[in-house]
């Protein structure tokens, strides 16, 4: 079943679960896709926790527990979701342990509702890290702007993070170089190096998703043949960036000091049009040192029909570029698209973290004992 998942993790391609829920973790069904799907990793997001506690099975203690105690919705939701998250952590330690620590990680997010707030952000990266208390723990921070100086001082500290929400190329080098920045000022402080690991969520999908909207508003034929191009060429260009900046002298001095390349995550790979194949966004990004984060339809798909037959990415830079610039010379605005899909993402996260705080408040009121 699973030849073609094998064959990308050969080419160099961590294999990562875009999803989490507590009875995926307790009924064995993470250790399974570790075992037969050489999954080394887990992702999760404010929106997949919303759907898990809101609708899923395995809190109803934990719930009542915390309802009896009447702590503020919010401890409870964060309660909850480290729970989850340092159970799915010590499940994955294996793959933590054998691979020196590079995978085998599980990521939670700080609140999306500071997303553009600095200081609040790596406080509240700082509590997460403490909370969830395992190695193998990515903490989350939006690469808006207010989140750029975040990953720096989170970095600095020790503290191993997943930077989500990069769409842009501008942006994307912005993160490499906040992720530098942290690592010299983490070396300057004498910590060990080799103990930080990062990736850079670079997001995929909903490229494609608003730019072909705009292109079937324009409706002509040189528009609609540059359907379901962007997010690819968006993605091979932002690989283009990090050799070029993993391949710079102010790297190499980082990496003799024992420092961890920050890699390439692919993000939001499930493909939104069915009339792209369903496995488009893993098939046309294999690259040595990235990683892929699927949710279980995407990995479901690769596991059966996924088309690996060597990597997709290098090599492919003037194509990409060109696909591009294309969009422009029709009036498409690149850095337009790239703020307004960072916009949306931002208020997305956090109107399923406001979805998830309602329907715990309610179910802590359902289970609260009655009034001494």
């Known amino acids: 079943m699973a030849d073609a998942l094998k064959r990308l993790s050969d080419e160099g391609v961590a294999i990562w679960l875009d999803d989490l829920s507590r009875s995926f973790i307790t009924s064995g069904d993470l250790a399974e896709l570790m075992d037969s799907s050489h999954l080394v990793g887990v992702t999760t997001n404010p929106t997949?926790?919303?759907?898990?506690?809101?609708?899923?099975?395995?809190?109803?203690?934990?719930?009542?527990?915390?309802?009896?105690?009447?702590?503020t919705v919010e401890e409870a939701v964060r309660m909850i979701t480290t729970s989850d998250v340092r159970d799915a952590a010590d499940v994955l330690r294996p793959v933590y342990d054998a691979t020196d620590g590079r995978d085998g990680r599980v990521s939670i997010e700080v609140d999306p509702r500071l997303a553009h707030n600095t200081h609040a952000t790596v406080a509240?990266?700082?509590?997460?890290?403490?909370?969830?208390?395992?190695?193998?723990?990515?903490?989350?921070?939006?690469?808006?702007?207010?989140?750029?100086?975040?990953?720096?001082?989170?970095?600095?500290?020790?503290?191993?993070?997943?930077?989500?929400?990069?769409?842009?190329?501008?942006?994307?080098?912005a993160v490499m170089d906040a992720f530098l920045t942290g690592l010299e000022k983490a070396k300057a402080a004498g910590l060990d190096l080799a103990t930080i690991e990062s990736v850079a969520s670079f997001f995929v999908s909903r490229v494609d998703t608003e730019i072909d909207k705009r292109l079937?508003?324009?409706?002509?034929?040189?528009?609609?043949?540059?359907?379901?191009?962007?997010?690819?060429?968006?993605?091979?260009?932002?690989?283009?960036?990090?050799?070029?900046?993993?391949?710079?002298?102010?790297?190499?001095?980082?990496?003799?000091?024992?420092?961890?390349?920050?890699?390439?995550?692919?993000?939001?790979?499930?493909?939104?049009?069915?009339a792209y194949k369903d496995t488009l966004y893993?098939?046309?990004?294999?690259?040595?040192?990235?990683?892929?984060?699927?949710?279980?339809?995407?990995?479901?798909?690769?596991?059966?029909?996924?088309?690996?037959?060597?990597?997709?990415?290098r090599g492919r830079y003037e194509q990409a570029k060109a696909d591009l610039d294309a969009?422009?010379?029709?009036?498409?605005?690149?850095?337009?698209?790239?703020?307004?899909?960072?916009?949306?993402?931002?208020?997305?996260?956090?109107?399923?973290?406001?979805d998830l705080l309602k329907s715990t408040e309610a179910e802590l009121k359902r289970l609260a004992p009655p009034e001494a």
Request: charged share 25%; glycine share 8%; proline share 3%.
């Open 48 to 71: 997949i926790f919303q759907k898990a506690i809101s609708g899923g099975e395995g809190y109803e203690q934990q719930l009542s527990d915390l309802a009896v105690r009447r702590v």
């Open 124 to 173: 509240e990266a700082k509590q997460l890290a403490w909370l969830v208390d395992r190695p193998n723990t990515f903490i989350k921070i939006p690469a808006t702007e207010a989140g750029l100086p975040a990953i720096t001082e989170v970095i600095s500290r020790g503290i191993s993070v997943n930077v989500t929400l990069i769409f842009s190329l501008e942006r994307y080098r």
């Open 216 to 274: 079937d508003g324009m409706g002509t034929d040189e528009a609609k043949a540059l359907r379901g191009k962007a997010a690819i060429a968006n993605a091979r260009l932002a690989y283009q960036a990090y050799e070029e900046v993993f391949g710079s002298e102010r790297w190499a001095a980082l990496e003799k000091d024992g420092a961890n390349r920050q890699r390439p995550l692919w993000a939001s790979t499930g493909v939104k049009d069915k």
């Open 282 to 313: 893993v098939d046309e990004l294999v690259a040595p040192g990235t990683v892929n984060t699927m949710p279980h339809s995407t990995l479901d798909a690769v596991a059966d029909h996924g088309e690996i037959s060597g990597e997709t990415v």
């Open 327 to 354: 969009l422009e010379k029709i009036g498409i605005s690149y850095d337009e698209v790239v703020q307004l899909l960072e916009d949306e993402g931002v208020e997305k996260f956090e109107k399923s973290w406001t």
